[in-house]
């Protein structure tokens, strides 16, 4: 059974950075494709960065050249690095295989809460 828990979300200033670290369980994360999610009030889940089982990055254009996504396959592990927060950045951010499909939407976790405020 897949498990993904999200975890190192906070209250950041503007210009501020914060790590974000998803540990997963079961047998997906080696043969799948990682991402990050965010989901804003009032709007639709968007996906932010992705990477794949060998390293290849994408991103969003919102967050290009801010957010660093990086897994680690022996660990089981996908983190974001966010640098240069905005206030638009505010959102719950989850992990996930990328992209998702019918079996996905059971894996979503309880996100983790970015909030960038002054």
């Known amino acids: 059974q897949v498990q993904l828990v999200e975890s190192g979300g906070g209250l950041v200033q503007p210009g501020g950075s914060l790590r974000l670290s998803c540990a997963t369980s079961?047998?997906?994360?080696?043969?799948?494709?990682m991402g990050w999610y965010r989901q804003a009030p009032g709007k639709q889940r968007e996906l932010v960065a992705s990477?794949?089982?060998?390293?290849?990055?994408s991103y969003a254009d919102s967050v290009k050249g801010r957010f660093i996504i990086s897994r680690d396959n022996a660990k089981k592990t996908v983190h974001l690095q966010m640098n240069s927060l905005k206030p638009e950045d505010t959102a719950v951010y989850f992990c996930n295989i990328a992209p998702l499909n019918v079996r996905s939407e059971s894996y979503w976790g309880q996100g983790t809460q970015v909030t960038v405020s002054s």
């Open positions: 990477i794949t089982r060998g390293g290849s990055t």
């Open positions: 079961g047998s997906i994360f080696s043969i799948v494709a």
